[in-house]
């Protein structure tokens, strides 16, 4: 196979928008490798696409903040429609600590210049999302620009736009090693194809990174989380425009895609198993008995089971992304564990990478807080459980 300047691990959005903003600035013989048969077979396929800036950290406000500049401008810069829809994130507070902690993510998203972020009382939310039943909600928080994206036509967007700027996409090619040279560079990428010869390497393998950081002899810190969602079949129970709502205390959420109510509740994963991604239907039974409970509108809804889904989040120790070359390879860069956000961020994060890449720094975001040796220097990102 021939030689790449650059060979980007995994073709789903972070490497899509990796390789994309590569090309844009000019580095030639770019290529992405993924073992998938096509796009969107990853965690980027499975996500149900929320964007939202209400975060509790500055770092995360930041990214949100210049990826919704660029999905803003995203079909004259990449030629798509990402869907950006600004439905608004809706949080509801069932206890004095949890207003307290939105108040808290609310001051920091001011001073990062989210203005139109809103502490709100029961009466508002009442307004904002009428079907929710109030009993035992005293407050929240709201953002009218947070909303919804398409996650596959973001991916696709930044591939077709790759490929158009010359990236080749290979798809059924698996990187199964990396080969380093005496001075501690890779030097070449081992695939199921053959090998590839490379001047650096991206790592942007999603909840599979660690494996693929482990063939450069690199520890990562990132592990596979199940999340699962709940689809009711379509209905006009709930209009479209509703905002995404999330009870704060068990982070329940729910939101309206193409007609049917999405259900979400985080739940550990399967014990022994961490890369299972198959829906367990007692958490479908127990996320619509939630949903009925909170949204008495959902009492008439049925679950689609076949049309249920679950996939992989990709989780750092605090929940922040790993960007940047890894302390130990310096020619191996990492744009991994989202945690959760990857595809709303993914038009940042993808950018920043480049210009790590191509000028040694990012220059558009101060990105140091997702340092990828933050974890052994014992200063990982503050993690407040909540948003
Ligand atoms: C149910 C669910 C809901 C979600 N909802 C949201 C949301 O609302 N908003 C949001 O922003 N994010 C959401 N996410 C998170 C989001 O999907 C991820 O953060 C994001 O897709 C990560 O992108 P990625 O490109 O890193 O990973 P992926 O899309 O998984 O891409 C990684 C690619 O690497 C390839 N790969 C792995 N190992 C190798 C190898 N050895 N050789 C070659 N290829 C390899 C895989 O085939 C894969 O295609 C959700 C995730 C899930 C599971």
Known sequence: MTAASVAVVGAGVMGASAAYHLAVRGARDVVLLDRSEGPGLGSTGAATGGFRAQFDTAIHVRLSLMAREKLRGFEEEVGADPGYAPAGYLWLAESEAERDALARAHRIQQAEGLAEAALVGPDEIGRLSPAVRLDGVIGGAFCPTDGFIRPRKVLEGYLAAAERLGVRVDWGVEVVGLTRGKDGRITDVQTSRGRIPAGAVVNAAGAWAAPVAAYAGVALAVVPLRRQVAA??????????????IFTSDGFHFRVRDGRVLLLLPTPGVAGRPWDATVDPAWVETVARIARERVPALRRASIDLPACWAGLYEM????????????????????????????????????LLAEIVIDGAASSLDVSALRPSRFEEGAPNPLSGVL
Request: proline share 12%; with cysteine; aromatic share 2%.
């Open 232 to 245: 009711t079949t379509v209905s006009d129970l709930l209009p479209e425009a509703t905002p995404m709502t």
């Open 316 to 351: 750092t120790p605090d929940k922040h992304a790993i960007l940047g070359a890894a302390p130990t390879c310096p020619n191996l860069y990492l744009i991994n564990g989202s945690s959760g956000h990857g595809v709303m961020h993914a038009p940042a994060l993808g950018q």
